[in-house]
């Protein structure tokens, strides 16, 4: 009451003060720069006056100044502007957040935390910075915008699986994938059907901030399930005030980043002519010169293949030239995205409400991904101690799925034709076998449909109830529910239901997974000195999946799809499995004098995964932190802002692997329709976790009142226990055991710089740069075991000690023997002596698919009403192997259609070329060895756009808030020189095991290219 | 007094919610059963029976594999390779790479079988005393078919001599409970494995009855026993189980059919298969089918092709000529033409035809004269009895009879021939020479250091 006398009093001798001076009311609106929507609360006050006022609910401001005069706008977690007056009447003013503030919220596991008490290595990302970014799962948005976090997508079919490693492969045979916590539930991101990614069923509008817990400090609170880093995800909620609503659109196109250049029919003609002709020179035949020779030569093989490739053509007539890869794309692809929000609420009450619909039509044909998605967040105090909240939910994501990369129906595949092929023979119809050399998949487009429909349940309630000021008490409970179907069907035209009659198939999972948190959390500060704050509870997980299939076949026509209409069923199968954990756990932060911090966490894990002898396990880690620049003789420092140093040590686990893989089982089998039993898997009753003990040393700075902030980390990651599928001699009757056995490090350091470069009323420039070099290394296997050699004779990846995991392994290329054309590979090590028999190449290591280093850097310039935001994003010195390669690089070895450079083949003696000599049929080169591996380094332009916010004084006439428009691309450029697609890439079908993924890496099979988009979008806030 | 209430029901439901999670780390899988389970009863070992057999019908094995290989390597410019699939293209090229994973498959699947089998016969006691005979014959019996059959793929033909040192496979005669150092076998003899693959089979035919529906009966075991001693050149005793089979098979209804082709292509077995793997929609398994058939009846694109030199040494009138159909752009064999139809392993016609050839080879008539048993195979694919023969004779009918069935192979070893290279004019490989051998899987080699690699595969 006093307080505000005296401001009225203020106000009133101020008053006069205006006659005297050229006064004039400056008016405006103050939007933040992170959301667009208004702010409220925001401090307008006159420099070197103590005259203000603060912006109303709808972040409008009416303040008296004269024109000599400068505004300051400040408002906590922004930097603040000041503008000058002049003649200004309207002034509106955007605030930038200030990122790397001190002040900034860090969500930790079970709590949260202010960044500058932070001890652990924890990199966040508000969800507003990868709104509108057209891609269908929000892992794709992160790709390079956070250090240490490695992001791949696999190919550029939409809806797949998103390959993410924090600080490296950990594993060799269990799961890589970090746990994903969505406001503090562990969600379900695998076990579902094929390669569908269920974390795509999540809208990330709905996001408001992403924190990855990479060090020990920071995960172990998760224990037995951190080493791979743990993302926390928190959705959006209300603030008290007005309601905000805010509606946007988004429509793109888009297309192909890269394409494969292939030859034309003539060039085809030519090369396969005289691949056959070759083979019968070798044999001493010369059917061009000499026409006895011609029957039963290889060219006249190869004319009669040319013949019945050309189908109804003349392919002596050129008339024909098919571009198949063209048919493989989409030309209608694009995105669309509508959605809706409202937040808001009273002092008890608030909500934060959104629906959104979200649809990507993927770059290959068949390939369409559509989400619509609802979220309601509530919470709501029942007293001043009380609070009860409930966030709901669902989504439903539809996609038309394509198979995997090595299927004759994946579009890619579709390049292996020949270019002399026409695709309709003359009645229209397309043409397939034996016309086409293999699979015209275009049939699949006519005569198949796949879709996959997943609906998805994430629901929690919560309650906390403060004991006293100092301890309170959290519980949460929470569902996570995904239904997914999966219904094919493919027609009697296609590959999959040609012999049958048309093939369906039917699949559907339920996953149910449901989690509870119970957790204490106590503060307190003794003798103002002493910060405490403790946090101690438990959690239970568990999780199921139900899984059925039924395929028939024998349709009586294609337009009846569904199963009821197989005469005959083929296969029928329901499936059961279920984990679960039990966890205690416990954290203690401490703070002395605002300047040494230290924080201790432990768990105690159980989980039914592991072996009788190992179920429970213990999990500690401990940080330290000294906040040098609140020591007396730094405080005040100029240039010196900010100086912490902070150091972790601890203990994770993972437990991904199988439920069951401790115990000693036989598993049903059939022989004639009797039911039998096998050995599936010998015991092992010691079986548990791996372990990573990991260190991490970090160092925070700031320079010039934090215009330049930035964090040095360096780590050290040593797991030990692997979880080994150790091969065991198969005269066992078992090929593998899992055992604890096995070590591997990841150690590295970490780069994050951020400037704000430049800001005044008009013009902004921050830019945010992050690197991160890792370094994998195998350092034991099996007692006895140097290495698992590659188990394919496609691929070339291995594990070899001393070495990154899936490095390839094989034979080196030696190029082209002028000589005569052979195709030759070093034959020892040292790379002085070749041969052309592939038999006797040397192995050795050939290249590395792991990346040597990443880095993204983003630049934010506004100016006046104007955004323009851009993220470069680069993968270094990682190799990629084009499996593929012998088949469609193998200098006309047999008759899939060549990339062009093929054409460059050796043909006489002298020729210097590094494409072998032609051979229909006889593998001169085509095997796997390093002649398919290229670097893979590439830089992206990830994602610009550009926006316009309309000005207040047109959105005032159009009654909204805020109007921003905006143009916004993705992947627009690329730079790499990989030879084949997309740089960014690794073949589905290799993972299909968990092992199988770790170690398949870098490969390129007929792999889609990623997807490049530019979207119109619009967003409108009232 | 409220806020009390809500303190208390938070510390009753916590301890009460703590004690029932407990008891939710005791999880058992749904879709196996611990190993002691399986192997308590009578009911259960015979589950486990027909889980030998199951392995036993693997693609990997007699599900089709252990015959292309054969295929393959007897490829003679008679039949073409022409598929995408790079495992058969190397046996084709006998040009095999170490980690071919069709071969490391094969040998995997081969062990898991016999795993299967040691794991019954360690129990047999547990089974009634009424089937015991029969259960033990039937895993004896599959062990005895699988060591022989590893023998010949991985080891030197047996009429290449040193019977005693050249290398097969290791022989495993007890079931693995735990992995331990004492897995760490080396390759037995050639001999040895032989003569394990003689006594399990001999063991098996006199315990098994001679009606056992598609499961193993005596005259199976008689008549694998017959190629057995025709590979070891005892062909008094090839002679003598040969016809020992004939006797009981066709006192029990067996008999060649009227027509030739309609011997192949069955949804069950038929008079004339003395064993067939069964297959059908719910256990499709037929690589067979697979790579010989076309797309139109369900197979890949037409992986292998018939040349004219295989076609050119029929007879005119011949009925078998009535397999070759062009479909898919080139010749194929009809033989294995249709999805879900059996595998065939022995046909009632290998048994006269080896009879025929033992009795000549010995000068005997044991059950029929040589030239009787050939012309019972000669009109019935309509060609002109013969009135003399000479082992040349024999032998080319028994190639062209149980052509693409996976046998020339081991008949080119045995008689020591040789096999033309299909893209070298030049290049012939004799009955001995190491590419017609599999190499040892190179996972195998890396699991187990007491094993010693094929000549010609590197170390």
Redesign the interface.
Known sequence: MQRSLLIVMMMLLAWPMTGWTQSRTVTGQVISGEDNLTLPGVNVSIKNTNRGTVTDIDGTYSISASSGETLIYSYIGFIPQEVEVGNQNTIDITLQPDAQTLGEVVVVGYGSVTRGDLTGNVASLKGSEIANVPVPSFQEALQGRMSGVFVESSSGKVGEGVKIRVRGTSSISGGNEPLYVIDGIPVTSSGTIGKSNPLADINFNDIESFEVLKDASAAAIYGARASNGVVLITTKSGTSGKTKFNVGIQRGISSPTRRNEFLNSAQYIELMRESGYN?DLA?GLDPINNPADYE?SDLEFVEG?LD?YAGHTDWRDGAVDTDWQEQAFNPDAGVTNVNFSASGGDEKTRFYFSTSYDKQDGIMIRNNFERISGRLNLDHKVSD??TLGANFSLARTETTRLPEDNQFNNPIQLVALAPITPIRDENGVLN???TTT??NNLIDSENANWLSTSYRNINSIFGE?E?TENLK?R?DFAVDIINQSDERFFGSRT?TG???NGYGTSRWVRVFNYN?N?YFTYSNTFSDRHQLEAVAG?S?Q?SEDNYTRVDG?EFPLDDLKTLESAA?I??GTS??????F?SYFSRINYKLDDKYLMTVSARYD???RFGENN?YGFFPAGSLGWIVTEEGFLKGSEGLSLLKLRTSYGLTGNAEIG??DH?????????????????????NPNLTWETTAQFNLGIEFGFFNDRITGELDYYDKQTSDLLLLV?????????T?RQNIGKMQNYGFEVVLNSANYADQNFSWNTSFNFARNINRVRELAE??N????????FLNGIFIGESIGVFYGPRYAGVDPNNGDALYYSNEQQTETTSD??EAARMVVGDPNPDFIAGITNNITYKNLELSFLFQGVFGNEIYEGGG??YAANGD?FDNSTAIQFNRWQEPGDITNIPQARL???NGCNASSRYISDGSYVRLKTLSLGYNLPSSLIDKMRVSSARIYLMAQNLLTFTNYMGWDPEVNADYLGSTTSDSNVFQGNDFYSAPQAKTFSLGLNIGF | MKFKNIQFSIILSTIVFFSSCEDQLDLTPAQSVDQEIALNSDANIKRVLIGAYANMRHEDFWGGRSILYAEMLSANNEIRWEGTFNQPREVFNKSIFTNNSFITNTWLRSYSAINVVNNILDVIDLVDEADRDRVMGEALFIRGAIYFELAKLYGMPYVSGNTNTNLAVPLVLSPTREVSAADLLPRNSVEEVYQQALTDLETAEELLPATNGFFARNYVASALLSRIYLQMERFADARDAADRSITIATANGKSLLDNYMSAFNNEADTQEDLFAIQVNPQDPANNMHLFYSTPDFGGRDGDVTILDAHINQYEERDERLEQFVERAGEIRTDKWRDQFRNVKVIRLAEMYLTRAETNFREGTSVGATPLEDINLIRTRVNLPEKNSLTLEEILMERKLELAHEGHFIHDVKRTRGEIQDNNSNDLQYDYDDPRLVLPIPQREMDANPELVQNPGYGG
């Not at chain 1, 290495?787 to 496609?794: C, G, Y």
Request: charged content about 15%; glycine content about 10%; some cysteine.
């Open positions: 083979n044999n039963d293949r019945r101690r009380f397939d076998r034996p293999y699979y109830y004991f008490f519980s590959i040609q012999g049958t509870t119970n438990m239970f568990k076949q005959e083929v296969e499936t059961f499995t279920d984990f679960s039990l159980a989980s039914s179920k439920n069951f115990l000693g089982l036989f598993g049903p089998v059939s022989y004639g329709l009797q039911p039998g039993l096998e050995p599936t898997q010998i015991p091969p065991v001699p198969g005269t066992t009757g078992f090929a055991q006895g075991q290495s698992i050699p590659p188990s394919s004779s496609r592939y038999n012998g088949f047999w049929g006889e593998c």
